[in-house]
């Protein structure tokens, strides 16, 4: 994956350091990130593209959090949203009163490239 540094024009800057401000993220490591995007953005949250994102928080602040209805509505979320993704199956591994972890099962095919049973762990601050 190549890194780049930018100033806050975008204008790019020479650094010595590994560690990076901004990267462009391409690949297999853009689904990861597409599927974080999706997991922290409530739906109807964008004016722009009102279907992206989910309604897990609908589950959690109703007072009746169930975790199976969430997983599998979830799932289904990520599944409309990320063209050439299948078998998507969503595991939540904590939830308590300030933090929701779940890990995200999946593969990907975009006609040219596949990746089989790949997964990425979502940490969102309730």
Known sequence: MALKDFSIT???IKTSTDKKDVSIVT??????????????TQK?????NMNL????FNYIFDGHAD?????IK?????????????????????????????EVYYSFNDGINK???SSCFIEVEL
């Open 27 to 40: 690949g297999f490591n853009a689904i990861a990130q597409y599927i974080e995007h999706i997991c922290k």
């Open 67 to 71: 975790l199976g209805i969430m997983e």
């Open 53 to 56: 994102g989910s309604d897990y």
């Open 10 to 12: 975008f204008q790019k």
């Open 115 to 117: 990746q089989q049973k």
């Open 74 to 102: 979830l799932a289904a979320d990520i599944l409309a949203m990320i063209p050439g993704l299948n078998d998507v199956k969503v595991n939540v591994i904590t939830f308590t009163d300030n933090i929701l972890v779940f």
């Open 44 to 48: 109807g949250e964008l004016p722009d």
